[in-house]
């Protein structure tokens, strides 16, 4: 399931996984066949968290700061992931304020912070060591506008050790944000959206089947289909 299915399917489902629940989205429907074979459930899950999880912890071995941009269903799923990797203080800026602050009061226990603006980083705070987005690449840009988010390079400010930037938009390959990262980042790993949609559909084959995804054949095949595409796609909210 993706957008903007991923809060709507749930209420058609038969059950919830432990993740799916606390985090309030699925993207991942599992077809449960009864022992007798006469019935069949439909359980929902999620493995976008998982993905985010994986981009994070690969370089990371802690996290302090963390901005979340966005507050739809995959935003749910990077606040979950970040509160499971125990980050310290999560900022979350949204367009809309008031549903980031609805979002901010579904997960009571992630430490969670709304920002009303990222033009300009609050004065006294460390800048984040992980940032995801989890909008659409055309509805950023790097100067204010109506009705668009506006991305400032005071988010990259240097920081001691490793920083993680995550755009869960996979077109295009480089995003606006994985952009001005690499321009004005000192020490900024980017994580373009394909590889988390890659790390999230591992998780999916194996729920699916019971057995490892055979990564080697995946990966390639893939970055193959998406190299050879022109049209836009987006697995952001």
Request: one cysteine or more; hydrophobic letters at 40%; glycine letters at 6%.
């Amino acid at each position: 399931m993706t957008i903007p299915h991923k809060l709507d399917i749930i209420p058609l489902l038969d059950e919830l996984s432990t993740a799916a629940t606390a985090i309030g989205a699925v993207n991942t429907i599992i077809p449960i066949t009864s022992p007798d074979r006469s019935s069949v459930k439909l359980r929902g899950d999620n493995t976008d968290w998982l993905g985010i999880r994986e981009s994070i912890s690969a370089h990371l071995s802690t996290v302090d700061v963390a901005l979340v941009i966005g507050a739809g269903g995959t935003a749910r799923a990077a606040i979950y992931a970040l509160q499971v990797l125990k980050a310290k203080t999560i900022y979350l800026h949204n367009r809309t304020t008031a549903n980031a602050q609805a979002l901010a009061l579904a997960f009571p226990e992630a430490h969670i912070k709304v920002l009303e603006a990222i033009e300009a980083w609050p004065q006294g705070v460390p800048p984040p060591c992980v940032i995801v987005s989890t909008i659409p690449s055309t509805a950023m840009t790097s100067a204010s506008a109506k009705n668009v988010f506006p991305i400032s390079s005071k988010l990259f400010e240097y920081r001691e050790g490793p920083a993680v930037v995550i755009d869960m938009a996979y077109r295009p390959a480089e995003t606006p944000l994985l952009k001005l990262a690499k321009e004005v980042g000192h020490n900024w790993v980017t994580v373009p959206g394909l590889e988390v949609l890659l790390l999230q559909g591992y998780f999916q084959f194996e729920k699916w089947t019971g057995r490892r995804c055979p990564k080697h054949v995946v990966a390639p095949t893939v970055r193959e289909r998406y190299h050879g595409n022109s049209y836009g796609r987006t697995k952001s909210d």
